[in-house]
């Protein structure tokens, strides 16, 4: 009953925050053998009174811890892991799952005339002693709208239930695109590409003979059917307006005949390197050469 109810208000959370039901189609769970034989198991150990019932609690709590943690990718089973591992150590450490008096008191299950000694509970619970290993992990918190009582394992558990069901509803899938209809034109598209070069200069170089210089786009090819990439019409020139006076030749730059190095001291001497028996590992003394 409480796990239903978890599970029936994670699903309203999940829809409050946009969710659908549809998002459930198409989940993956891993091992979901496991966490199914486990929560089976569980339920069959709590009501069965055979004396296989705590070995099958214990399997059955391992098993969904298991399971759980296989699944850590989905939101919240961590936290139901912790909670039902929760209830796995006090269930190992006790043999049982120590149950408060006072607890089942408050919820009517019992009345505060009972005798301790005369009570006998159902499934794996036994009332809680002071002999009881970790006590405060079994069933201490009463839950009177539900008439039961709880651990904070159960608690952990099915906070744990709730998270997951909202989270299913409101997860969204990730949708994937081609490359294809991202890199590769359609095979049925009218389209043409062509080269496009670009005539940059066309001058005298002062020798009757024309200098051009001839650039084109990176990948050589443009997309004439872009209309914002459609090249500028030529403009025909106007004989009247062109100069044909030859034009003078730049003034060529004057380099020094000799090397930084021959030039390199104040007064015009060379660097003298010295000789190779006085270098070490390429190092060695430079001074200027007298004359």
Known sequence: MFTIVAVAIGIVIGLLRG?????????????????????????????????????????????????????SRIRGTIVAAVGVFANLVVTVANGHVPTRFEALVEVGKLTATDAPSAVTLAGLRKLETSGSTLAFLGDVIPLPIFGIVVSYGDLITHAGIIVIAQGLLTSRRRKGISVDDLFIADADADSTTEPIHELVAERSNGNGES?????????????????????????????????????????????????????????????????PDEFNEGLGPIRPLSR
């Open 19 to 71: 969710g659908r039901l549809e998002n459930l189609r198409g989940v993956h769970v891993v091992a979901w053998p496991v966490l199914a034989v486990g929560f089976s198991l569980q339920l069959f150990a709590e009501v069965a009174d055979i004396g296989a019932a705590l070995t099958m609690s214990i399997t059955a709590l391992f098993a969904m811890v298991v399971g759980l943690v296989l699944n």
């Open 211 to 275: 200098s051009f210089v001839e650039t084109e786009f990176p990948d050589g090819m443009l997309d004439l059917t872009t209309p914002d990439l459609q090249p500028e019409q030529p403009v025909q020139p106007n004989p009247d307006d062109i100069d044909l006076r030859p034009t003078a030749p730049a003034e060529p730059i004057r380099v020094p005949a000799r090397s930084p190095f021959e030039n390199g001291t104040g007064d015009g001497l060379p660097f003298d390197y010295g000789e």
